[in-house]
């Protein structure tokens, strides 16, 4: 068994020790002083007395290299010690330097490894108010000496891409040195240890403040926290925000650069403290080629090569950091990390000012200028109707209004957007539908001139090359209403819109028609109106407009899609033609009950639907004198007009059944039964038009449209009836409800006389009132 000696005697106080050593010098082994053998106790004297009773060996190595050995005072035993130094993380040690690492002589190792005395020494400190007599170090370290004797390569300086050191613009912030940061005399020189503590770092990379979210860097260079120091802090990239895209968390993988967390984008995510690239930013990835950027925004290399590539474009352009296009690379000749590269210049269409800032005459793009903006900017953006429905179309707020918003440049224009023309967000006619959602994209039918290559409009383009809406609406430049760009002359009044192409030597030349026969004035409007009929009617500067009057976009859509008819009606293709004419005349609609149906008329010219026989809007077949757009035929000219209307098919030479009408005598007569009553019976004028004072003619009795079934008129499928029964039920015969016109005068006997009115032997009485 192994025999325990003690040693006695070794514990000293500190103020034992006398420090006055310039630089460390041998001592005998054999000493036996007391404040030597607390550290280096296999110097003790009491290993070579024979006599001695000790408790352990000799230690077979030198123990004041030992990490223990300084510890078991730096443990906050003694005044000078610190807890960081053994709890906290601290510099390594019992490690092999790397191998790229030239540790230096005077900087000793043990047995190859990092040990406490590598960088501190007992024997050092020439002077007692020296920062080595504080700390100890073997070598002055009051300019970071000590740190770049074994880093060297981390202070090369901003031209080989690591942070500076040395004296800087601006004190070291308060904050740093409350954290932990050394400061030498002059705040104003930056050392390793403003940023790095050796010992008792809570954070990586033994930092005295964390990077997580950016802020050992932004307490200095404050004036990169967005937000801080300008209003246009929007312009700049934005602080510490969330990756969006697997590709993006990959870019900063792949450049060996670090995310906040979260994923977030910090400081640390593009820049590289000691291993960057050259140049004074330190940044992972070149600048020149926007590398750096297209890592994370890889769509945005669509817009290399074109015309706001200012590389080929406008090579001599300098940002307003003075930096030309081939080293600042295409994103740097207009964007900067931390603050705007070219200064904004807000103008009405455009709020941000980032496209007037070029787009000016004394600009790199010049020749793009002072094209005026045609497209309306005043609208009311509240009203969903007119919001842009796509994600990608922003409104802007206004310069002069900035709680409201406006359309802007870079509401349907994107300027990273390959390929052109134009930079549009989408192609032509998409941009235009993300608002106008009522009009069909593609655009079909007689108004599509995109396989037209023969149709040009007034600039000399083809719909190829401007779209389907471009042909005829322009939003730069555009001349008259609702931004005309198809012909030459601007449209006056919301008819010209259709009259400029429709007419001889217009663009649709062949398809001119007749001479508008349907009345179009404010009572038709009004009509319009009463019906709640979705047929839009347009005020003067040619838009839609609720108290506006009858346009030919009244009944024709110019917009229709592949379903509407040849001529552009507000139908689906397949419909019957009357039911256009019912949105208005609802009085109309039973007319497939009557003896005037579809099935009756389909044979004649203008058919097979029912109001063709007799009506034409625009007179293809010739007009009359009457207020109605008839074109049916006439008869004998003795008869009054509305009376010439019915014998067209009710005389000698219609195809109709022929009726001899029995003319009611010529007299004055005012019709005292309000139109709203049950027994009303109109009167007619001289032009055949409804009045409170008139005469007796076909319409007082009988209803050419027919009329709602009711009591004692049941509803009825008219294919299932023949036409005898279609007569029986007298669909065409307006009830007799007393009392009425015909009893003002005729009394009980009105009745008779209403219902035998064409045939005078049973009209006949003895007794003949009013006679």
Not at 44 to 62: C, M
Not at 135 to 148: G, M, Y
Not at 334 to 358: E, I, K, N, V
Not at 641 to 655: E, F, I, N, S, W
């Amino acid at each position: 068994m192994k025999r325990l000696r003690l040693i006695t005697h070794v514990a000293l106080p500190l103020t034992a020790w006398s420090v006055t050593v310039h630089a460390q010098a041998p001592v005998a082994r054999t000493s036996a002083g007391r404040d030597c053998v607390m550290c280096h106790l296999e110097w003790a004297a009491a290993f070579e007395k024979p006599d001695a009773i000790v408790l352990i060996d000799r230690p077979a190595q030198p123990q004041a290299a030992e990490e223990a050995t300084c510890l078991g005072c730096h443990d906050g035993s003694v005044g000078d010690s610190r807890k960081r130094v053994w709890i906290e993380h601290g510099h390594k040690t019992g490690v092999a330097a790397p191998k790229d690492m030239n540790v230096p002589a005077v900087l000793p190792l043990t047995d190859g490894k990092l040990a406490c005395r590598t960088c501190h020494t007992a024997h050092s400190g020439p002077a007692p108010d020296s920062p080595m007599m504080i700390f100890f170090t073997r070598v002055p370290n009051d300019a970071s000496q000590l740190c770049q004797m074994c880093h060297p390569a981390m202070t090369k300086g901003t031209e080989l891409g690591t942070h500076p050191v040395g004296g800087m613009p601006w004190p070291v912030p308060d904050a740093i040195v409350a954290a932990g940061g050394r400061v030498t005399p002059d705040r104003q020189r930056l050392i390793c240890e403003t940023c790095h503590t050796p010992h008792g770092s809570r954070e990586e990379h033994l930092l005295v403040m964390g990077t997580q979210s950016s802020e050992l860097c932004l307490t200095c260079h404050a004036k990169l926290r967005p937000g801080m120091w300008r209003p246009d802090a929007a312009l700049e990239h934005p602080q510490n925000p969330p990756l969006s895209s697997p590709a993006q968390r990959q870019a900063i993988r792949d450049m060996g650069t670090r995310m906040g967390p979260g994923d977030t984008l910090i400081c640390l995510s593009c820049h590289k403290l000691h291993h960057g690239l050259e140049g004074r930013y330190m940044l992972a990835d070149s600048l020149a080629q926007s590398n750096l950027c297209v890592r994370c925004h890889p769509e945005r290399k669509e817009m290399f090569g074109t015309k706001h590539d200012l590389r080929t474009s406008a090579p001599d352009e300098r940002n307003r950091l003075g930096v030309r296009p081939a080293d600042s690379g295409p994103c740097g000749a207009c964007h900067s990390f931390h603050q705007f590269a070219r200064r904004p210049d807000p103008q009405p269409l455009d709020p941000t000012g980032l496209c007037a800032t070029c787009h000016h005459p004394d600009g790199c793009a010049g020749k793009a200028t002072g094209l005026p903006f045609s497209h309306p900017s005043d609208l009311d953006w509240g009203d969903p109707a007119v919001l842009p429905s796509s994600g990608d179309l922003t409104l802007y707020p206004r310069v002069d209004h900035r709680a409201k918003k406006t359309i802007a440049c870079l509401t349907c224009h994107d300027p990273h957007r390959a390929p052109e023309p134009h930079f549009l967000r989408h192609e032509p006619d998409q941009v235009c539908a993300q608002c106008h959602r009522d009009y069909p994209v593609p655009l079909t039918g007689p108004h599509d001139f995109a396989p037209r290559a023969d149709k040009k409009n007034a600039r000399g383009r083809t719909a190829a090359e401007t779209g389907r809406c471009g042909f005829c609406h322009a939003t730069h430049n555009a001349v008259g209403m609702l931004m005309w760009a198809a012909t030459p002359n601007a449209p006056n009044g919301p008819d010209a819109l259709c009259t400029e192409c429709h007419r001889a030597g217009g663009l649709a030349a062949a398809k001119t028609g007749a001479p508008l026969l349907h009345p179009a004035g404010p009572q038709t409007a009004a009509r319009v109106r009463a019906s709640a009929s979705h047929l839009p009617l347009y005020g003067v500067d040619g838009r839609k407009h609720e108290n506006g009057g009858i346009a030919c976009g009244t009944c024709h859509d110019p917009h229709a899609g592949p379903d509407a008819t040849g001529d552009l009606l507000r139908l689906t293709r397949g419909t019957a033609s009357n039911t256009l004419c019912m949105e208005c005349h609802r009085d109309t609609r039973w007319i497939d009950v009557s003896l005037h149906n579809s099935r009756s008329l389909g044979n004649y010219p203008g058919g097979p639907w029912s109001c063709g026989p007799c009506h034409s809007t625009h007179g293809r077949r010739g007009t009359t004198t009457t207020t109605s757009p008839w074109v049916g035929p006439l008869g004998e000219n003795h008869w009054p007009p509305d009376v010439r209307r019915c014998m067209g098919c009710h005389g000698d030479r219609g195809t109709a059944t022929r009726i001899t009408p029995t003319p009611h005598p010529d007299v004055y007569m005012r019709n005292v039964t309000p139109p709203d009553s049950a027994g009303y019976l109109p009167l007619l004028g001289p032009d055949g038009d409804v009045r409170e004072e008139g005469r007796i003619a076909c319409l007082t009795c009988h209803v050419p449209h027919g009329r709602a079934p009711g009591e004692a008129l049941p509803a009825v499928d008219p294919a299932r009836l023949t036409r005898t029964q279609l007569a029986a039920l007298r669909y065409m015969v307006r009830p007799y409800v007393a009392p009425n016109l015909c009893t003002t005068c005729h009394g009980f006997d009105g009745i008779r006389r209403y219902l035998y009115y064409h045939q005078p032997d049973k009209r006949k009485s003895t007794t003949e009132v009013g006679q």
